[in-house]
C-alpha cells in the first residue's frame, strides 16, 4: 500500500500553518510535499515560504518565495507573483 501523495503532506502543512498549531510539523509536511513532486507547484513553494517566515526563517522564505514566483510566472499566475514580491518586501526589511 502506497503511502501519503505530495497533495495530502500539502494539505497537512496546510492547516498546521492555518491553524497556527505545531509549526514545525508544517515545515516537515511541506518539505516532504516538495521532495515527492517532480513539478513543484508555486502555491506548495508559496506555503513553504509562509511557514518558514513564520518560524523566523527568513532569509530562506526569500529564497522559496523567489523560486514560486519564477515557478508562477511560468504557469501564468499573476496573483501568486504579486504576493511573493509582497512578501519578500516585507521579509527584507
Known amino acids: 500500500m502506497a503511502g501519503p501523495t505530495p497533495e495530502q503532506y500539502y494539505t497537512a502543512a496546510q492547516y498546521y500553518y492555518q491553524s497556527n498549531s505545531d509549526i514545525t510539523k508544517g515545515r516537515a509536511y511541506i518539505d516532504k510535499a516538495v521532495e515527492m ?39 501564468g499566475n499573476k496573483e501568486y507573483v504579486e504576493m511573493n514580491k509582497a512578501s519578500i518586501d516585507e521579509w527584507s526589511k
Open 37 to 75: 513532486s517532480k513539478n513543484v507547484p508555486f502555491y506548495y513553494l508559496r506555503l513553504k515560504s509562509l511557514i518558514q517566515a513564520k518560524e523566523g526563517d527568513k532569509k530562506g522564505a526569500i529564497e522559496t518565495a523567489k523560486w514560486s514566483i519564477s515557478a508562477s510566472e511560468a504557469a
